[in-house]
């Protein structure tokens, strides 16, 4: 009881990326609390699931395992999860911001009566004290997320109802196993007596899924382009440059609504976030909702011709120019020394 949780997504036998991330932080979560960590996996077919769920330090995972709970369906997984958690207890239950998570968090959260903050960046442990009412909350979950189109960032608790419950972005938070050898322990779940057959109302006659194309998070080298490339035909350097460094192009909101890039290579509060090796940002003020997708990256290389740039902030390099101009000196330069 008053343990954590973590809800974990599955695809074809293997877990979302999302769910390998939030089981990383779950662990550090449980460490500050002294707490067990446990994880909630629903699908079919998960004989040895639990190979890729304990090392990363996992104490106890919930499985439920039926042909009829894969695909993905919004009733009887909205079931096992209210249920478990009615059971258990949990103090804290972390989701995936994915489609899947923002359809199921807010209906579990809703039916417990408990909160839910939805795309968090980052999930801490601390104090707070309510002088007004002259109450001091101890170890709660700091759910911090952009507010307010990511002009600011907001912290949210939640110091009344259990679980705290938060969705979390994809790529902003690492992704580390604890022990290969880390050994939990494997509950099954009742299926037939926590789903009623009126949860399976709806089959599902065929499924189709587009894999993008564009692979940004996988990249080690991100070059992104802002609205000052100036035009599509400037932007198109950038996936020249990206040949020559075998990168990938991302773009900005700002050139995405301009219609410089698609969507896919958007990165940011509301795009994906990247975690490169080396990020070359041309022409991107780099404004909040940006950064918050990309500044975790290991190298920053900014270009542009504010000196007063934000981005230049948290940029390990800065070059102030014209993108034009300086984009094809790196091409030549680069292509020249690699020969």
Same mark, same amino acid.
């Given at each position: 009881m008053?343990n954590? &949780?973590?809800?974990?997504?599955?695809?074809?036998?293997?877990?979302a990326e999302?769910?390998?991330?939030?089981?990383?932080?779950?662990?550090?979560?449980a460490?500050? %609390?002294?707490?067990?960590?446990?994880a909630?996996?629903?699908?079919?077919?998960l004989?040895?699931?639990?190979?890729?769920? &304990?090392?990363?330090g996992?104490?106890? #995972?919930h499985?439920?395992?039926?042909?009829?709970l894969?695909?993905?369906? *919004? %009733?009887?997984?909205? /079931?096992?999860? @209210?249920k478990?958690?009615?059971?258990?207890?949990?103090?804290i239950? %972390?989701?995936?911001a994915?489609?899947?998570?923002r359809?199921?968090?807010?209906?579990? /959260?809703?039916? #417990?009566?408990s909160?839910? *903050?939805?795309?968090? *960046?980052s999930?801490?442990i601390?104090?707070?004290e =309510?002088?007004k009412?002259?109450?001091?909350?101890?170890?709660?979950?700091?759910?911090? $997320?952009?507010? +307010?189109?990511?002009?600011?960032?907001a912290?949210?608790?939640?110091?009344?109802? !259990?679980?705290q419950?938060? *969705?979390? !972005?994809?790529? @902003?938070?690492k992704?580390?196993? %604890?022990?290969? =050898?880390?050994?939990?322990? @494997?509950?099954?779940?009742?299926?037939?007596?926590?789903v009623?057959?009126e =949860? &399976?109302v709806? /089959?599902?006659?065929? $499924?189709?899924?587009?894999? /993008?194309?564009?692979n940004?998070?996988?990249?080690?080298?991100?070059?992104?382009?802002?609205?000052?490339m100036?035009?599509?035909e400037? +932007?198109?350097?950038?996936?020249?440059l990206?040949?020559?460094l075998?990168?990938?192009?991302?773009a900005?909101?700002?050139?995405?609504?301009?219609?410089?890039?698609?969507h896919? $290579?958007?990165?940011?509060q509301?795009? @994906?976030?990247? $975690?490169?090796?080396?990020?070359i940002?041309?022409?991107?003020?780099?404004?909040?909702?940006?950064r918050?997708?990309?500044?975790?990256?290991?190298q920053?290389i900014?270009?542009?011709t504010?000196?007063?740039?934000?981005?230049?902030?948290?940029?390990?390099?800065?070059i102030?120019g =014209?993108?034009?101009e300086?984009?094809p000196?790196?091409?030549?330069?680069? !292509?020249?020394?690699?020969?």
């Amino acid at each position: 009881m008053n343990n954590i &949780f973590v809800y974990c997504e599955i695809e074809d036998g293997v877990l979302a990326e999302v769910s390998l991330e939030l089981l990383t932080k779950g662990r550090k979560l449980a460490d500050t %609390l002294k707490c067990k960590l446990e994880a909630v996996v629903i699908g079919a077919g998960l004989q040895g699931i639990e190979n890729q769920i &304990f090392p990363f330090g996992v104490d106890i #995972l919930h499985l439920a395992d039926d042909s009829r709970l894969y695909p993905y369906q *919004t %009733l009887p997984h909205t /079931s096992i999860v @209210v249920k478990l958690f009615e059971q258990e207890k949990p103090q804290i239950a %972390l989701m995936g911001a994915t489609s899947i998570g923002r359809d199921l968090g807010p209906r579990v /959260s809703s039916a #417990l009566h408990s909160g839910l *903050t939805a795309d968090c *960046t980052s999930l801490e442990i601390g104090d707070h004290e =309510d002088k007004k009412a002259g109450m001091h909350y101890k170890d709660l979950l700091f759910q911090i $997320r952009p507010a +307010f189109g990511g002009n600011i960032i907001a912290t949210i608790i939640n110091p009344d109802c !259990r679980p705290q419950m938060a *969705t979390v !972005r994809e790529g @902003v938070m690492k992704k580390e196993i %604890l022990d290969p =050898d880390y050994k939990g322990e @494997v509950r099954t779940i009742d299926v037939e007596k926590w789903v009623s057959s009126e =949860d &399976f109302v709806v /089959s599902i006659i065929d $499924r189709h899924i587009e894999q /993008s194309k564009v692979n940004l998070k996988g990249a080690p080298i991100v070059i992104a382009g802002g609205y000052g490339m100036g035009s599509r035909e400037n +932007f198109n350097l950038l996936y020249d440059l990206a040949e020559v460094l075998g990168g990938e192009v991302g773009a900005s909101r700002a050139a995405v609504d301009a219609g410089y890039a698609s969507h896919e $290579r958007q990165i940011g509060q509301t795009g @994906v976030t990247v $975690r490169p090796k080396l990020y070359i940002a041309c022409g991107i003020s780099g404004q909040i909702q940006h950064r918050a997708g990309m500044e975790e990256s290991s190298q920053i290389i900014a270009i542009n011709t504010d000196p007063e740039a934000p981005i230049n902030a948290v940029a390990d390099y800065v070059i102030t120019g =014209d993108v034009a101009e300086i984009i094809p000196k790196m091409i030549k330069f680069y !292509r020249k020394n690699t020969k």
